[in-house]
């Protein structure tokens, strides 16, 4: 994995709100998650999710996460999906039956 992210956080705040992100996402926990570019993805947590040293842009050095996403698809397998903490915007936990119906 690389060592560069697009936004790398170092205040108080913007940690915190990090680590509630984690908080929420469990080891198989089935999410659906509200994305800043207005996606929607429903999933599994494949691998709980941990803060991580990043260098931002101008190599300034702060914190961020990555969340590795297990999506089901209809036919049978998932789709995996990596994606950076900062960018879910809510969390919302999911039902084994809410997880497999359409959205």
Known sequence: MSRNADHVYSA???????ESHIAHLR????????????RVL????AALPGLQTFYGPGD????????RLEEP????GS???????????A???L???ELHRPH
């Not at 108080?12 to 990090?18: G, V, Y």
């Not at 698809?73 to 049978?76: R, T």
Request: charged share 25%; aromatic share 4%; glycine share 12%.
């Open 95 to 97: 039902t084994a039956f």
């Open 42 to 45: 429903r999933g599994v947590v």
């Open 91 to 93: 969390i919302r936990p």
């Open 12 to 18: 108080p705040a913007d940690i915190a709100r990090l």
């Open 79 to 89: 789709r995996v999906h990596n994606l950076w903490l900062d960018q879910i915007d």
């Open 73 to 76: 698809l209809d036919g049978g």
């Open 60 to 67: 300034v050095e702060g914190l961020n996460g990555m969340l």
């Open 27 to 38: 080891d198989d926990a089935r999410v659906q998650l509200s994305m800043h570019d207005g």
